[in-house]
């Protein structure tokens, strides 16, 4: 208990130190980093940084964010992961210049009113790692937004405000508690990277033929037994289905027995490539579409 009180004590000296610093140099200040200093608080001196561009206080202890905070109109990155923070704050919205927000591994289950309004200039946001069931329909304010990550979140359901993100390109949404992908996936058309493994889902929208950059996308661990005509096909044609079938092998050749539903004949070389013939002539004696051969 000495040692650790020791530590805080001095840990306290040396933000003090590192802030009067940063403070003397006013304006021209542009990156503060304060990472794993056991702040308690964060310091509303900040608010006298107008100029400052990045802002680091990664794996500290701070409950909320100051209201200075809102003076930082010039913020680029803004960095607050591993804190005790409970909501993406309101105070978000005056950073209108912020493309980089990282908040993963905090204690986040909620987004305050009017967080998103002033986040035009958005580029990434990093909730992993926090208690999110749910996410706002102001979620599609975020219009620059291309980089997308909510793993390890308890979210229910994709909601369909996100599928109008037009400039999204990667989305990952794993380990959660989904269920279905929304309809209006097929909105995302500039989506290149899907992340959805460990879910609830047990259908694959036809949507997502709609995708056509779509070049990564991982759905293992779920209950998936549909797929609509069309939809394996397509993810052979875009060189996904050779990653999806790998997910899927690693639990046996039931779960491939059940997944598959492109014509044998058409991607025989492809199966007999990716799984061996051993996988091939398995489908070919005991799938639905064996007729198709």
Same mark, same amino acid.
């Given at each position: 208990?000495?040692?650790?009180?020791?530590? /805080?004590?001095?840990?306290?000296?040396?933000?003090?130190?590192?802030?009067?610093?940063?403070?003397?140099?006013?304006?021209?200040?542009?990156?503060?980093?304060?990472?794993?200093?056991?702040?308690?608080?964060?310091?509303?001196?900040?608010?006298?940084?107008?100029?400052?561009?990045?802002?680091?206080?990664?794996?500290?202890?701070?409950?909320?964010? !100051?209201?200075?905070?809102?003076?930082?109109?010039?913020?680029?990155?803004?960095?607050?992961?591993?804190?005790?923070?409970?909501?993406?704050?309101?105070?978000?919205?005056?950073?209108?210049?912020?493309?980089?927000?990282?908040?993963?591994?905090?204690?986040? !289950?909620?987004?305050?009113?009017?967080? /998103?309004?002033?986040?035009?200039?958005?580029?990434?946001?990093?909730?992993?790692?926090?208690?999110?069931?749910?996410?706002?329909?102001?979620?599609?304010?975020?219009?620059?937004?291309?980089?997308?990550?909510?793993?390890?979140?308890?979210?229910?359901?994709?909601?369909?405000?996100? !599928?109008?993100?037009?400039?999204?390109?990667?989305?990952?949404?794993?380990?959660?508690?989904?269920?279905?992908?929304?309809?209006?996936?097929?909105?995302?058309?500039?989506?290149?990277?899907?992340?959805?493994?460990?879910?609830?889902?047990?259908?694959?929208?036809?949507?997502? /033929?709609?995708?056509?950059?779509?070049?990564?996308?991982?759905?293992?661990?779920?209950?998936?037994?549909?797929?609509?005509?069309?939809?394996?096909?397509?993810?052979?044609?875009?060189?996904?289905?050779?990653?999806?079938?790998?997910?899927?092998?690693?639990?046996?050749?039931?779960?491939?027995?059940?997944?598959?539903?492109?014509?044998?004949?058409?991607?025989?070389?492809?199966?007999?490539?990716?799984?061996?013939?051993?996988?091939?002539?398995?489908?070919?004696?005991?799938?639905?579409?064996?007729?198709?051969?």
């Amino acid at each position: 208990m000495v040692t650790f009180f020791v530590f /805080c004590f001095f840990s306290k000296i040396m933000t003090e130190r590192l802030l009067i610093k940063a403070l003397s140099g006013g304006k021209n200040t542009k990156i503060i980093t304060l990472n794993g200093k056991k702040i308690t608080k964060m310091p509303s001196a900040l608010g006298k940084l107008p100029g400052l561009k990045t802002l680091a206080l990664q794996n500290n202890l701070i409950p909320k964010v !100051c209201p200075e905070l809102c003076n930082l109109t010039q913020l680029t990155t803004l960095n607050l992961g591993n804190n005790l923070l409970e909501e993406v704050p309101e105070e978000m919205k005056y950073l209108v210049s912020l493309k980089n927000l990282h908040l993963a591994g905090n204690r986040i !289950c909620r987004f305050a009113p009017g967080a /998103c309004d002033g986040l035009q200039n958005l580029i990434l946001l990093n909730l992993n790692n926090n208690h999110l069931t749910q996410l706002p329909q102001e979620v599609n304010r975020l219009k620059s937004l291309t980089h997308m990550s909510i793993n390890f979140n308890q979210l229910a359901s994709i909601p369909r405000e996100l !599928c109008f993100l037009k400039n999204l390109s990667e989305l990952q949404l794993n380990y959660n508690e989904l269920k279905c992908i929304p309809e209006e996936i097929k909105f995302l058309k500039k989506l290149q990277k899907l992340l959805l493994a460990r879910n609830n889902i047990g259908v694959l929208p036809k949507e997502l /033929c709609d995708l056509k950059k779509l070049r990564i996308l991982d759905i293992a661990g779920n209950i998936i037994r549909i797929f609509p005509s069309g939809v394996s096909a397509h993810l052979w044609d875009l060189g996904l289905f050779s990653h999806f079938g790998y997910c899927c092998y690693e639990h046996g050749y039931t779960n491939i027995c059940s997944l598959l539903s492109v014509p044998l004949g058409t991607y025989s070389d492809k199966i007999v490539e990716s799984y061996g013939n051993s996988v091939f002539n398995f489908l070919k004696n005991h799938h639905s579409v064996s007729k198709n051969v």
